[in-house]
């Protein structure tokens, strides 16, 4: 997945090549806009603690976002999800806490 927002004609443009050329989506944007990041996800569970532990300490969800480079909904998602995953880990005896 990219990070960041494309131009709407540079991801029309993808998708032709996907058509036309069978590209993989990710094939295209690199193709196209190859200083782009591709792949998935960069950021640890070690990472998500830190921004949860960081939201704790009183910064905005804003002000972690630009800290790891990421839009503010990203960081409010996977502090969220951590803390779905730490719930459901009480829930169940034995559950590992995992994030992806």
């Known amino acids: ?14 998708l032709a090549l ?12 690199e193709r196209l806009c ?6 998935g996800d960069v950021y640890t569970i070690e990472d998500t603690q830190d921004m949860s532990r960081m ?17 503010r909904t990203g960081v409010y998602r996977r502090i969220k999800k951590l803390q779905d995953r ?4 009480k829930l169940v005896p034995g559950m590992k806490v995992r994030c992806r």
């Open 86 to 89: 730490e719930a459901a880990a």
């Open 55 to 71: 939201k704790e300490s009183g910064m905005t969800y804003s002000e972690v976002a630009k800290c790891y480079n990421i839009e």
């Open 1 to 14: 997945m990219y990070r960041g927002k494309l131009r709407e004609e540079v991801t029309w443009s993808a």
């Open 34 to 39: 190859p200083e782009y990041p591709v792949g």
């Open 18 to 29: 996907c058509i036309l050329l069978k590209y993989t989506p990710e094939q295209a944007l």
